[in-house]
């Protein structure tokens, strides 16, 4: 995610600026926009291949299961791709002198990698499942747009303490209904633990940013899941088994991570005390 304040100061000095064709330097895109629609790129394109790799198949009665597999897979990875630019826009605009429309870029961009994207693959999969469920799936793919719409929105609005998110970031989100959907258990727990998933979005659970260490971590955790899924699509011996691994993992991470943001906010609490008192004493 992108500070706004940064933004805003940079927009205004931008506006006094202009190159030599007599644009305004604010009109511009900088490097971590790039990254950003790069981001909405990649969640435009798992649309696609949700579209042409598992509804039309389904449809149509054409294409074997491997053929799904591999585009399933496909789809799973332009997110977690997606996910990856993400992670980066904010870096770099931290880094580097970022555009005023990077902020709004952002938010378009999540809506379509981490809004849009997931709740079609929720939509898609309970076309396949079966038609008594479609209903069911249709509100639950629904409950996901809308869950990242306003969670976006909030973002765009809320101040929150510097390090933590209010409610689980989009990115994480589309990762973990995917995650549910990829471990293919009973229709009603799934799309129970769905709308769970949205709700927590929506939810006051903070969670911790993902900056320096965490930073890595969440980097390394992409990169292990993207070649979980690989092996997954290429039926590589046991490559299911780490498939359903790697998604109950996404599950547990999704619970504890806010336990960090926890303990950092008791330890905050204890260390004002602690002031308080050194200050009280003196």
């Known amino acids: 995610m992108i500070d706004r304040k940064s933004r805003a100061a940079w927009a205004e000095a931008d506006d006094e600026e202009a190159d030599d064709d007599g644009m305004p330097l604010s009109m511009r895109l900088s490097?971590?926009?790039?990254?950003t629609l790069s981001n909405a790129t990649c969640g435009f394109l798992a649309v696609y291949f949700t579209t042409t790799g598992i509804l039309i198949p389904h449809l149509t009665n054409s294409g074997d299961a491997g053929v799904v597999r591999n585009n399933a897979a496909t789809a799973v990875l332009l997110m977690l791709l997606a996910s990856v630019f993400d992670l980066f826009d904010g870096l770099v605009a931290r880094k580097l002198r970022a555009s005023p429309m990077g902020a709004e870029l952002d938010n378009l961009s999540d809506l379509i990698s981490f809004g849009l994207a997931p709740a079609y693959f929720v939509l898609v999969w309970g076309m396949v499942v079966g038609d008594v469920h479609e209903p069911l799936s249709a509100l639950a793919a629904t409950v996901v747009l809308l869950a990242v719409i306003l969670r976006l929105a909030r973002f765009s609005c809320v101040t929150m303490p510097n390090g933590v998110f209010q409610g689980m970031p989009s990115p994480f989100g589309a990762l973990t209904v995917v995650s549910i959907v990829l471990l293919e258990l009973p229709f009603?727990?799934?799309?129970?633990?769905i709308v769970g998933v949205a709700w927590l979005m929506v939810s006051r659970v903070e969670y911790p940013k993902p900056r320096g260490t965490l930073a890595v971590a969440m980097l390394c955790w992409i990169v292990l899941s993207m070649a979980l899924l690989t092996a997954w699509a290429f039926d590589a011996p046991g490559g299911l088994l780490m498939l359903q691994t790697g998604c109950s993992l996404q599950l547990v991470l999704g619970a504890v991570i806010p336990?960090?943001?926890?303990?950092?906010?008791?330890?905050?609490?204890r260390d004002n005390r602690r002031e308080a008192r050194a200050a009280a004493d003196t």
């Not at 490097?31 to 990254?35: H, K, N, P, V």
């Open 188 to 193: 009603t727990p799934t799309l129970l633990a």
């Open 31 to 35: 490097i971590a926009d790039t990254l």
């Open 259 to 269: 336990l960090f943001a926890m303990v950092r906010r008791v330890y905050a609490f």
